[in-house]
Structures are given as C-alpha cells and as structure tokens.
C-alpha cells in the first residue's frame, strides 16, 4: 500500500487539510496518509526544509512526500514533483527541496486553467501526488528541469577555538535547534547562546535541575538548548536566527 506524508502550514482549524485529503483519497483509494505535520510557521520555507531534511529518508521507499508551503502561490513560481531515490516529493519551486539530495530529477508540473490560483495543494500537488502513489512515472508528469530555486541551509562557522553557528528551527517546546552537528562539538564543551552561558554541553535533559537552560545533542544529530520543563525560547527572548557558539573544549 502506497504512503503519501503531507507537510504543510495550513493548521488543522479550517478545511484546507481535509481538502486536500479529500483529493488524495479520492484519486489514491487506499493511500495511507501521514501527517508530518500543518503547523509549520505561516510561509516559513526554512522550517518546512528543516521538517522535510529530518522526516522523509525515515519512510519506506516508494512513499510520495507532499509539502507545502507556498506563500507564492498563484504566482509564476513553478510547481514540482521530484524523484530522490526511490521517493517522490510535490511541492512549490521556492527553495524547500534544497534539502534533497544532490541528484534529485526534477518535472515542472502544469497548472490547469481550472486550478484556483490560491489553492495549488489541491488543485496541483494533490492530483499528482496520488498519481505518484498510484505508479505514474515522474517524466509523466512534466517537464524536466534542470535548474530548482535554492534556499541554502545556513552553515557554522569552525575554527579550532569555536563553533559558531545559529538557530534554524524552534519546536514545540521551545527548544532551539541548531546548525551546529554533533560531529564537531564535544560534550563538555561550554555553550553560549548570543551573550548567555548554558553551560556544558550534556547528553539529554535530567541533567540539570528543573528551569535550568541544558544544551545537548538533539536526536537530529545537532547541537540544541533547552530549558528543563520550560521553554527555551521564552527565557532565553531569542528565535530564529540567534547566534550559538560552542567552545571546542575537551571530552568530559
């Protein structure tokens, strides 16, 4: 039975979700859906590139991976299906399949007449979606391009006294995810988020008391701080973007 996962900024609130499952289900009868997730930061490409970078490869091959979210929609940006392996992905040109691997194949897909302008997950992604989950080929879909818009990942900078990268993602808990990989950090090492001491770097949350900021190595092999039954975000006043640096110090 195929799988189609759907990532999208649409919240579960009005039918937009629904919608789209509707389409799916209708031309894919059997599909089973997966939902990644529909709270990704209104037209935040950068968080949907983080969610997809950390989801897709987890799924069985053969699975259709729908993502959007497209505050250029209706405009002359292109719309997408992919091929990175043996998965597929559907989703708007705007940098969010910067993520896939370098030998991904790429189709522009049309968009008919009929397709409401601000509406491409159902009218567009959808429909071509369920034709990738039901054994269409991806040159069946569009044309091939070789060229995809790029929304490069942010990268640390490395030197031999420091690591200093930023945060690209927030969850729900407020915790701050880092571009920092686990391969050039060690634990022990001091962790500064802008002006603010953490503390070392540990290995998971217990490690420190309740309220207290705790960086360690998230289970997407990077570099993330929290606040122990708290929020991150909230006590430290950053988001998105704040500067991280870690001390490359030695192994406790």
Do not use: C
Not at 145 to 154: A, E, F, I, K, T
Request: net charge neutral.
């Amino acid at each position: 039975m195929s799988i189609i996962t759907l990532l999208t900024d649409f919240g579960t609130a009005d039918s937009y979700v629904a919608e789209v499952k509707g389409v799916l289900l209708s031309r894919a009868p059997g599909v089973t859906l997966v939902d990644v997730s529909h709270d990704v930061p209104a037209g935040s490409v950068r968080a949907a590139q983080y969610l997809l970078a950390r989801t897709w490869s987890r799924f069985p091959a053969g699975t259709v991976h729908l993502v959007v979210v497209d505050p250029g929609v209706g405009t002359e940006r292109r719309a997408l299906a992919a091929q990175a392996g043996a998965h597929h992905f559907v989703g708007p040109d705007n940098g969010l399949f910067t993520v896939l691997p370098d030998d991904a194949r790429f189709v522009a897909l049309p968009v008919l007449r009929d397709a409401a302008p601000t509406f491409h997950a159902r009218d567009v992604f959808a429909p071509a979606a369920a034709r990738l989950a039901t054994g269409a080929r991806l040159d069946e879909l569009g044309t091939a391009v070789s060229r995809v818009h790029r929304l490069p990942v942010p990268m640390p900078r490395v030197s031999d006294t420091a690591v200093v990268g930023e945060v690209v993602y927030v969850d729900r808990f407020g915790n701050l995810v880092t571009n920092i990989p686990q391969e050039v950090v060690r634990i022990g090492a001091g962790v500064r988020v802008g002006e603010v001491a953490t503390g070392p770097l540990r290995r998971t949350f217990g490690d420190v008391g309740s309220g207290k900021l705790v960086a360690y190595v998230g289970s997407g092999g990077a570099v993330e701080i929290a606040v122990r039954d708290g929020s991150a975000t909230a006590v430290l006043e950053v988001r998105v973007g704040a500067l991280v640096s870690v001390d490359r110090g030695p192994r406790a």
